[in-house]
């Protein structure tokens, strides 16, 4: 269950801040955009970008928390550090594959910058953070 709680807060969270990433773009551009427009652009991001976005995530989570998991042997961190640090790693590392990959200089506009980078990086971090919430509070 964990795990896919990780999953939906990273996608989620990573789908709304691309399109308020998108939106900020077109605004510095001069567009006029209402909170109907954002509400309306976040609700279509949401039931088109979020589940191309979510196969992402799903690879990057599959690797990097067994990953975190089996170096809890090794580091002496926190779940609570541990498990967000790796959801962070690994969807970095899953977008720069991405970016390497693509036609396109980035797949996904918002990591254009480091704002949006971190931004994006964060929504995996909070996924993370979840994810080690939900071992905690597992009965063994």
């Given at each position: ?14 789908s709304l801040i691309q399109t308020q990433f998108n939106l ?117």
């Open positions: 269950m964990g795990f896919v709680l990780a999953l939906l807060v990273t996608t989620l969270s990573g900020a773009a077109l605004a510095a551009l001069g567009a006029e955009i209402s909170l109907s427009t954002r509400l309306t652009t976040s609700l279509q991001d949401l039931l088109g970008f979020a589940p191309l976005y979510a196969g992402m995530v799903v690879l990057s989570l599959a690797a990097s928390i067994p990953l975190a998991a089996l170096s809890r042997r090794w580091l002496a961190l926190p779940p609570a550090l541990l498990y967000p640090l790796a959801a962070a790693l690994g969807l970095w590392l899953a977008l720069l594959v991405a970016d390497t990959l693509a036609p396109m200089p980035t797949l996904i506009a918002a990591t254009r910058s480091l704002s949006g980078t971190l931004a994006m990086l964060g929504g995996a971090a909070l996924g993370g953070l979840v994810y080690a919430c939900c071992r905690a509070g597992r009965t063994s």
